[in-house]
């Protein structure tokens, strides 16, 4: 059985309340359930962590290294600033797929830049929280 972390940066524990007209009413307790539900379909174990923490985000990608076949991250904010994230996912020879709910390159300018994206193996994004559900599938081709 496939084995896939995913992460999800900051403010994200905040979604359902945090601009739900951006990010939309789904909480991330929801995506999370959804996450699962498709996991059990498509029979791969998932692991889910959430933290606000950059350091922790890296931490995580290093340990994930012969843990996990594949890291399913929405870096959140730090997807426009972090290079130590972006160097982790280089760094760390697992497949990775990057999510955004929104279409970041129809937004603000500062955020029409991820520092991610030339590292991941793929990006989708603009979907809402289901852009999380096709992130797992397309992973799933990917490492499969
Ligand atoms: C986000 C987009 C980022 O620009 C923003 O900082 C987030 C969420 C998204 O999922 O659309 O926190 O990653």
Do not use: C, W
Request: charged share 20%; proline share 3%.
């Amino acid at each position: 059985m496939k084995r896939i972390l995913v992460i999800h940066g900051p403010n994200l524990n905040l979604l359902g309340k945090r601009e739900p007209a951006v990010y939309g009413k789904t909480t991330l307790l929801q995506i999370n359930n959804s996450l699962k539900a498709l996991s059990r379909r498509l029979k791969v174990k998932l692991t889910i962590k959430q933290t606000n923490v950059e350091g922790e985000i890296v931490d995580l990608i290093q340990g994930a290294r012969a843990k996990f076949d594949g890291i399913l991250i929405n870096p959140a904010a730090y997807t426009h600033t972090s290079v130590a994230i972006r160097d982790a996912i280089a760094a760390s020879g697992i497949a990775t797929i990057e999510v955004h709910l929104s279409n970041i390159y129809a937004r603000e300018e500062f955020r029409q830049k991820s520092l991610i994206s030339p590292v991941a193996n793929g990006t989708v994004l603009g979907f809402g929280s289901k852009s999380y559900l096709l992130g797992l599938e397309a992973l799933l081709d990917i490492i499969s």
